[in-house]
């Protein structure tokens, strides 16, 4: 049996989807554990593209069971939508995804409240994906949530009445309109009777699994530096996103979780606030235009940068990665010289990443490394000897920095564009 996290190591949209999708061969079992739809997990393979914010991504893989964690926030409308769109796709999910009942619902009134707390912080506001993160999170750990078992249990109504008082006088004192009661309720009740035979109680499902030795596949949303605790704070999203939230966030002991591969870009992208250290700021650069990323879930433009192996280091540290993931390679075909920061400075002594605040890592100076690049197009590549030399010296020099192999090298965004080594 393994039992793998699959981690972004950076700020997110490392290729978790893309990866996930093609371990999905090897697993039983493929599920997510934390976030929720502010995720966007790009899939393309025989099924088509897809850009999936909730179902794990290894479902295509016709003998996987999917399951979405406890720790999961759940837009219930995106859910049916997704849900609907892989049946059409031919993605059959019915009677193999299961939805635990104590994830938790993102209301309305968890995307009002974010957008009217992101307005209210003005040029501090920290970019969020107005997905009622924030708030539903704040909700969950306040005792205010609302989760599927409600339905079960006739408590939906009577909480979603303590709320929606609750909640419409915030809005209302911060400009918004107030919420109908009957309205939601009844949006919601039709939401739990579309998706109720998905949801079952995961704990024996996950316990047996483990007993009989299955393969587990789990699928990090967000990456390691949007973490609540160990991310940019305050520009950070609101769930655990290590690999310890996989434990949390399906009730797998933390001792089980054996192998956790590492997604790593082959540079680095971020989308919304926050320190970027190797950010590239010439925005009419070759560079810039060669790295420019449209963000799956808001369509933002992401901001990009160089590969920042500090970064990458303590994202291995942190998350105890045993194995990376390199994707992108191919975009970087082409580029004379590459730069890469091997480490920070701050007033001219080393620092680490986890020395300084988000504040201070706006203050931090990169130390670049300049290597040579490589003109051939990749996209072809399916063997690491069929790199050119210097492509095969930048993924040597990642090895060496993060002291763990890289076992799969991305050269395209299709599932067959991977090395494996
Ligand atoms: P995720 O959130 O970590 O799943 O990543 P996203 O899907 O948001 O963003 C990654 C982007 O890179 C998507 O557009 C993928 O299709 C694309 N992608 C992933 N791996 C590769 C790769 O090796 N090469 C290229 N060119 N694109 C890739
Ligand atoms: P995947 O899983 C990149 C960022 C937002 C914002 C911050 C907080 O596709 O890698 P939130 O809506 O979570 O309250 O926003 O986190 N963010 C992501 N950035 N990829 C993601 O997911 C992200 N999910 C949230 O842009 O800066
Ligand atoms: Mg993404």
Redesign the pocket.
């Known amino acids: 049996m393994t039992v793998t996290a699959v981690i972004?190591s950076q700020w997110?949209?490392?290729?978790?989807?893309?990866?996930?999708d093609f371990l999905a061969e090897q697993a039983d079992y493929v599920a997510r554990f934390n976030g929720g739809n502010n995720?966007?997990?790009?899939?393309?393979n025989q099924f088509g593209?897809f850009?999936?914010h909730l179902v794990p991504?290894g479902i295509f893989a016709r003998n996987t069971v999917g399951l979405i964690g406890g720790g999961v926030v759940i837009d219930p409308a995106v859910l049916i939508e997704e849900i609907e769109m892989l049946n059409k796709a031919g993605v059959g999910v019915e009677g193999r995804l299961w939805i635990s009942p104590r994830s938790h619902l993102i209301m309305p009134y968890h995307k009002i409240l974010d957008g009217l707390y992101e307005e209210a912080k003005g040029a501090g506001a920290t970019g969020t994906t107005r997905r009622g993160i924030g708030p539903v999170f704040a909700d969950k750990v306040s005792y205010n949530g609302i989760r599927w078992t409600d339905f079960a249990s006739n408590m939906f109504e009577s909480r979603l009445q303590v709320q929606l008082e609750l909640k419409n006088k915030i809005i209302v004192a911060l400009g918004g309109q107030a919420l109908k009661y009957e309205e939601v309720r009844d949006a919601y009740r039709e939401y739990y009777l579309k998706l109720k035979p998905y949801i079952r109680e995961l704990f024996s499902l996950v316990q047996d699994g483990l007993k009989a030795n299955k393969n587990f596949l789990l699928e990090q949303?967000?990456?390691t530096f949007l973490d609540t605790d160990w991310g940019t704070y305050p520009f950070v999203t609101a769930s655990t996103t290590i690999p310890s939230a996989a434990s949390a966030g399906l009730g797998i002991p933390p001792r089980y979780i054996t192998n956790v591969v590492g997604?790593t870009?082959?540079y680095t992208?971020r989308v919304g606030a926050g320190p970027l250290p190797t950010e590239i700021k010439a925005t009419d650069s070759e560079v810039y235009k060669k790295f420019g990323?449209?963000?799956?879930?808001t369509g933002r433009v992401?901001r990009v940068g160089w590969l920042d192996l500090e970064v990458v280091k303590t994202a291995v540290q942190i998350s105890g990665v045993t194995e990376l993931c390199?994707?992108?390679?191919?975009?970087l075909s082409g580029l004379d010289e590459i730069q890469v920061c091997t480490r920070y400075e701050l007033s001219c002594n080393p620092v680490r990443y986890a020395d300084v605040d988000s504040y201070g890592l706006e203050k931090v100076e990169p130390i670049y490394k300049t290597v040579p690049g490589w003109k051939e197009d990749i996209?072809q590549a399916r063997s690491f000897e069929a790199l050119p030399a210097n492509a095969q010296n930048y993924v040597k020099m990642i090895e060496e920095a993060a002291g763990i192999p890289v076992k799969w090298?991305?050269?395209?965004?299709?599932r067959d564009?991977?090395i494996r080594r």
């Open positions: 972004g997110g949209d490392e290729g978790k989807g893309k990866a996930v995720a966007g997990h790009t899939v393309i593209t850009k999936i991504s949303a967000m990456g997604v870009k082959a992208t990323e449209v963000a799956a879930t992401r390199l994707t992108k390679l191919d975009v996209g090298i991305g050269v395209g965004p299709e564009a991977t």
